[in-house]
């Protein structure tokens, strides 16, 4: 009888491994599903960022100086210590002096730059 309880013994473990196993792969699955998803998620809350900065910016700057994109383009160069007028182009301002030329080029004729606080 022994061996016959050993036999026993034997199979029960036999059946857990085997429920055990057939436990792994579907939590390994779950997991390898969870993974994606949270990639998945990942991604498109990169996307929605972005887009968020996109319309933040192109409110931004519609508020600040209603300036076409190209002319936003020239006011950073100029911000950053370059001419954009004509006479002067990718030279650097001394002394980061304003240079009426460029505030031309920039907001046109007859319009100042409107002082940043």
Not at 33 to 56: A, F, Y
């Amino acid at each position: 009888m022994a061996e016959n309880d050993l036999y026993d013994e034997f199979d029960k473990i036999t059946n857990q491994l085997v429920s055990l196993s057939s436990q792994m792969v579907k939590l390994r699955e779950q997991f390898s599903r969870t993974l994606e998803e949270n990639e998945e998620l990942k991604m498109e809350n990169q996307n929605l960022r972005k887009h968020l900065d996109k319309e933040d910016n192109a409110g931004k700057d519609f508020e600040d100086h209603n300036l076409p994109s190209s002319r936003l383009n020239l006011e950073k160069l100029y911000e950053k210590g370059f001419h954009v007028c004509q006479q002067f182009y990718g030279s650097h301002r001394k002394n980061n002096e304003e240079c009426v030329f460029c505030l031309g080029v920039i907001y046109g004729r007859g319009h100042a730059k409107e002082n940043k606080a």
